[in-house]
């Protein structure tokens, strides 16, 4: 088993304490950051090859290098832990058991990005991380970590819970919601590195890059780069879930495969079932086939398959799940979450939702299914934001890779 | 200034133009449900779907500013399809209900449908129900299937009016326009968001069901509701009488005009049109014989009143013109008092309620043509009394005839008790205007005219700016407007000469003999007023 690095903490008891998170080792990164120049761990992160581990996947250091250069305004640090893309639950744990190692990340950040504002937009239903993470930041506060004594003009953090939203995880639904304004995302340009929260210069990092940052920064870009493949460094959180023998959150370099996360990780498929399918990144991702795990699960092995790493959210599904109904239900989930702002994810999910639903109710058309695959390949790349984009992986990839079990549902009127 | 490439047609734009309107000026136009040039850019409804060269996907022209070199394509093969499916999209749940709908015929889901859509229909599930026939406000009416969620309301009562009472709730294909709780949409704008509207979703109370749009006329018209003149269109129904309850205007809609009112009117200049067909109406010229009015002819009318007038003395006359009167009205009335030596003359009656200016377009005068009535010299003479002063001296019986052009005494700003000493006092009362009230029932004679929605003139606003009005319409009955009956009396008073003012045949031949005689109006033609209208010169 290799090294566990954002995982390290979750089996220690009261890790999520200022005190053991200290022992541990914990704010070293910080430290020595204190002592960079913003640009220098700008840099160091762009040669980490970290990338968003949120579910774009963009590199974190470019991302930072957007803001406007000399730009005087406030600028922002936006945390996204709205964790909320099905199957995913691994910025819980950061939440839960290591919060410090998010803060010591936003403080490094902040300091990259010169930003004395840091917003933490946490899950609406995440009660226990909101507690647990809310206690941490008093405790930094209480110890000087965080507030006015924060070399470069100092740094707060301000908490804030979600409704309940999943469009409020997009970046800019999110600076909406944060806001105070209904969670639509916004037309681009401007970006949120030119105009974001409140009108001014915002980065918007998930909890988990964040959590990246204090190894980063005390073992060296070169050493996390070189934990993962040629265009992404270090491990990452996979949230396994399904049919598998010992679900949960696995740390492992992003060069593992989708194979060996299933198989060695998580124990294979419960009572030695087959495979039938597996998403490997969240809802939105393309659904994999068995022939098509032997694939490193960084930002590239999923999207040689036309499938997506996304948040790293693994769904497993044996021979007992019927790929129909599993439509149904992320359909109805799309349909349900459109914020309804652009009109072709607003109209098309609710209608491609009643027409999977009526395949399942045994009432499908032949034609139904071209109808779908149509419907979602107009309306993909038209709208505001990437949601409708992430419906369209599921529509399509279900649809086409299991065709025929649909036919048959459809000839037939029943489940087989 | 960026100059770009639109369908193979170079053209330069100024600085941040959109590609909407960057097409618009290379001749192209751009299908869009939820761009207006008067609001914030909202990138929902994705139907302004262009090509760009070098760009892989189609980009939404309304948030797409246009560039140096950009090379744009409004109709190739792949942004027409894109059209299409944003039709389909727009309408699977729409309820397809135009033979009830009053948008019909102005709607642009129709419109667009014909010209980019025409696909054939492949939703056959159950659409989405929403709320219906739900009124906002006074004027409003909500059909939530009907509407598109473009948002132009919302932005609407949010950035022109500040008022913010509309909001889209719910999310998904659920999300429906609706009023925050607590508030209702009675702003004094709220009528803009049913012009606005694209669709049938807003439609107005007032006009729904009354008349079929196809059916009206339409005249270019500047409202008489208040001293700014806003640009109006004026929508009659003339040809089916057995519609809009036999009224002939059936609704006013706000004309365009950058400097004077952008997009926008407000409410009161909206549905304050009734008194155009009420039966209110002085429809013959009357006098009263045995103190009973009785319908006349023009002719006996005028030489009535001829005879009326040369019984006194200039100094017994007391005019009270009106602000509400064109310039060519009060150029020819000046011509006439100048002639027969009438120096107690006045336009400026107090209203009984002072108004108040707002930021946005509504003025504390309710009067179009104040700046016009000073220019044309209505006011007092030299010598003469003002408005207050000449109804005490008609109370003091100095002044025998007073002639009320428009005003309602009894429901201005003067006095009550003022007003009747006046109205007792004055030997005879000469009544001219559009309607009957109690001061025109206090009158010897009646003398009926026409309404600013039936005839040709010019209003100067607050702001100096001369602006033409254009007949929807012609004057009801034996109605004429007011600078007609002037030139007929001063032919039957020997005083007409040969003052174009009161000989001309035409409104535009008073109008270019008040530019010739007053500075202010100098060089103006109603050739070159054209539709902006002309500034007058300080």
Redesign the interface.
């Known amino acids: 088993m290799a090294e566990l690095i954002l995982s390290r903490n979750f089996s220690v008891p009261d890790a999520h304490t200022l005190r053991v998170y200290r022992e541990g080792g914990g704010y070293k990164g910080w430290d020595k950051a204190k002592g960079m120049e913003p640009a220098a761990i700008t840099e160091e992160v762009k040669k980490s090859n970290l990338r968003g581990l949120g579910g774009a996947g963009f590199p974190t250091g470019v991302k930072w290098g957007f803001i406007p250069k000399g730009s005087t305004a406030p600028k922002y640090l936006v945390v996204n832990a709205d964790e909320g893309e099905p199957g995913t639950f691994k910025d819980r744990y950061i939440l839960e058991r290591d919060p410090h190692a998010l803060i010591e990340g936003m403080l490094i950040a902040a300091r990259a990005i010169d930003s004395r504002l840091g917003f933490v937009y946490i899950r609406g239903e995440y009660v226990q991380p909101w507690r647990v993470f809310s206690a941490a930041v008093k405790e930094a506060y209480d110890a000087g970590l965080l507030g006015a004594g924060v070399p470069g003009g100092g740094f707060d953090i301000v908490v804030h819970r979600g409704a309940g939203?999943y469009?409020c995880g997009e970046e800019t639904g999110l600076i909406s919601s944060l806001e105070g304004k209904?969670g639509w995302p916004k037309?681009k340009?401007p970006f949120p590195a030119v105009k974001g929260a409140f009108g001014h210069p915002t980065i918007v990092n998930n909890v988990e890059t964040l959590a990246c940052l204090p190894p980063i920064v005390t073992r060296g870009a070169e050493w996390f780069a070189g934990l993962g493949t040629k265009t992404q460094g270090g491990t990452r959180l996979y949230s396994v879930s399904g049919h598998v023998v010992k679900p949960g959150v696995v740390e492992a370099p992003v060069s593992v495969t989708l194979r060996s996360l299933i198989y060695d990780h998580c124990g294979g498929i419960r009572g030695g079932r087959p495979l039938k399918a597996v998403v490997p990144g969240g809802s939105s991702a393309a659904i994999l086939t068995p022939d098509e795990i032997d694939i490193a699960m960084d930002v590239d092995g999923p999207k040689s398959k036309g499938s997506m790493i996304g948040s790293a959210g693994i769904v497993v599904m044996d021979d007992t799940v019927s790929i129909p109904d599993a439509l149904m239900v992320v359909a109805r989930f799309y349909?349900?979450?459109?914020?309804?702002?652009?009109?072709?994810c607003?109209?098309?999910?609710?209608?491609i939702y009643?027409?999977t639903h009526?395949i399942v109710e045994g009432k499908g058309r032949k034609?139904d299914l071209d109808?779908i695959l149509d419907?979602a390949k107009?309306?993909a790349?038209?709208?505001?934001c990437a949601f409708y984009d992430g419906a369209v992986g599921p529509y399509i990839s279900y649809i086409e890779k299991f065709r025929e079990e649909f036919e048959a549902l459809i000839r037939s009127g029943a489940h087989a | 200034m960026p100059k770009l490439t639109v369908n193979g047609k170079e053209i330069t734009v100024p600085d941040g133009t959109n590609l909407i309107e960057a097409a618009k000026a290379a001749g192209a136009e751009v299908p869009h449900y939820c761009y207006h040039p008067g609001l914030s850019?909202?990138?929902?409804?994705?139907?302004c779907?262009v090509d760009i060269d070098k760009v892989p996907?189609?980009q939404?022209a309304c948030?797409t500013q246009a560039a140096e070199g950009m090379v744009v394509q409004t109709e190739s093969e792949r942004v027409k399809d894109?059209r299409r499916?944003?039709m389909?999209?727009?309408l699977?749940?729409h309820p397809l209900d135009c033979p009830v709908c009053d948008q019909a015929g102005e709607c642009w889901l129709q419109i667009y449908y014909m010209k980019h859509g025409l696909y054939d229909p492949?939703?056959t599930?159950?659409k989405?129900h929403k709320p219906k026939a739900v009124p906002l406000g006074p004027h409003v009416i909500l059909d939530a299937e009907r509407c598109?969620?473009c948002s132009r309301c919302v932005r609407f009562c949010d950035e022109i009016t500040g008022t913010g009472e509309l909001?889209?709730f719910?999310?998904?294909?659920?999300?429906e326009i609706g009023l925050f709780p607590g508030t209702a949409l009675e702003n004094a704008y709220s009528g803009n968001v049913i012009d606005i509207c694209p669709v049938g979703a807003l439609t107005d109370r007032d006009f729904r069901f009354q008349v079929r749009v196809w059916y009206l006329d339409t005249a270019k018209s500047v409202c008489n509701g208040c001293a700014r003149g806003c640009n109006i269109e004026i929508h009659t129904n003339k040809h089916r009488t057995h519609h809009n309850q036999g009224k002939r205007v059936a609704r006013i809609k706000p004309r365009f005009h950058a400097e004077v009112n952008k997009w926008w009117i407000c409410d009161a200049g909206r549905y304050g049109f009734r008194w155009i067909d009420d039966e209110s109406r002085l429809a013959a010229p009357g006098v009263t014989v045995d103190g009973q009015s009785v319908e006349t002819t023009w002719d006996d009318a005028v030489a009535t009143f001829a005879g009326r007038m040369s019984r006194y003395r200039p100094e017994e006359i007391g005019v009270l013109a009106s602000p509400q009167m064109s310039n060519e009205d009060l150029w020819a009335l000046r011509r006439l008092l100048d002639s027969l030596g009438v120096m107690h003359r006045d336009f400026a009656v107090p209203p009984r309620e002072p108004g108040e200016d707002d930021k946005l377009l509504i003025r504390a005068d309710k009067n179009p043509n104040t700046r016009g009535a000073q220019l044309a010299g209505l006011g007092p003479a030299a010598g003469g009394l003002d408005a207050g002063g000449i109804l005490d001296a008609a109370a003091a019986k100095k002044i025998k005839l007073l002639w009320v052009l428009h005003h309602d005494l009894t429901a201005s700003g003067f006095a009550a008790s003022r007003v009747s000493a006046a109205l007792a006092g004055a030997e005879t009362i000469v009544f001219q205007g559009t309607n009957a009230n109690p001061t025109s029932a206090r009158a010897a004679l009646v003398l009926p005219s026409a309404a600013y929605a039936e005839r040709d003139g010019t209003f100067t606003n607050f702001e100096g700016r001369v602006q033409r009005f254009r007949p929807a319409m012609a004057p009801l009955g034996e109605a004429q407007p007011d600078w007609v009956t002037f030139g007929l009396l001063a032919a039957r008073l020997g005083k007409a000469g040969t003052d174009v003012a009161l000989t001309a045949q035409r409104a535009d031949e008073v109008f270019a003999a008040l530019a010739a005689a007053v500075p202010a109006f100098s060089g103006m033609l109603y050739r070159t007023l054209g539709d902006t209208g002309q500034m007058v010169s300080a």
Request: aromatic fraction near 2%.
């Open positions: 939203a469009i209904k037309v340009p349909a349900h979450e459109s914020c309804g702002q652009c009109t072709p607003r109209e098309s999910t609710g209608w009643k027409m009526r034609e109808t419907v107009r309306g790349g038209t709208t505001i | 850019i909202a990138g929902q409804c994705r139907l779907m996907r189609p939404i948030n894109t499916s944003m389909e999209f727009h699977i749940n492949r939703m599930d159950e989405v598109i969620l909001g889209i719910h999310r998904g294909d659920h999300s």
